[in-house]
Structures are given as C-alpha cells and as structure tokens.
C-alpha cells in the first residue's frame, strides 16, 4: 500500500506565505508526476501545480506566486507558497501517479493525501 501525508497548512494573512509538504511512503518502486490540487468550499478540485519528468506546470491563477519542487530521494514534493490572497483559501491535496512492482510487472497508480486546510484571511 501507498500513503502520501501532507503537512504545512494553516491560517495566514494576505500576503503572507506558507510553504505544504508531502511525502509518500509505502511500497514504492518509482514516482512519475507528483502535483497539488485544491477544492474551495462549493467548488470543484482544480490543479495548482505539477511536476512530472522534469518539467512544472502551474494554474494560471497561481503563477509567479507559488512554486512546486521534489526530493526524488524522498519521494517528496513540495509547494511555496507567496503572496498568499483569499481566494487561495482551500483545502490542498497532494497527488502522486506511483508505479508498483505488481505480478512481475510495473504498475502504475494514482494516490491522494488527505487534504491540508489552507486559509488566506485577516
């Protein structure tokens, strides 16, 4: 089994910063695309930023403010986040796209944390 575990949400003023992290664990042989989601109350979960094969994608809403990196060692991935608005205000969910060594052959699967509250508010 596979578990992603997610840690630095909280509350924050406007404009501040907050910097969530996740790292998975479990019976792991590699890790292609790791990414950050998030879901505001009444509203579907949407794609913040990602990063597979080297390369980082981001919603166009949170570009030049937050960014996403990995510790492939670790099998962690990580997002800063800057200049903090309300509209950020969210619950935030790590995904991982995780290959298993399943009946001799390399599997691949899609895991979730389970959510880190964010809220952006004075």
């Known amino acids: 089994q596979v578990q992603l575990v997610e840690s630095g949400g909280g509350l924050v003023q406007p404009g501040g910063s907050l910097r969530l992290s996740c790292a998975a664990s479990?019976?792991?042989?590699?890790?292609?695309?790791m990414g950050w989601y998030r879901q505001a109350p009444g509203k579907e979960r949407e794609l913040v930023a990602a990063?597979?094969?080297?390369?980082?994608n981001y919603a166009d809403s949170v570009k030049g403010r937050f960014t996403i990196s990995r510790d492939n060692a670790k099998n962690a991935v990580y997002l800063q986040m800057d200049s903090l608005k309300p509209e950020d205000t969210a619950v935030y969910y790590c995904n991982a796209e995780v290959g298993r060594f399943v009946s001799g052959s390399i599997m691949f699967y899609n895991y979730w944390g389970q959510g880190t509250q964010v809220t952006v508010s004075s």
């Open positions: 479990g019976s792991i042989f590699s890790i292609n695309a």
């Open positions: 990063s597979s094969g080297g390369k980082t």
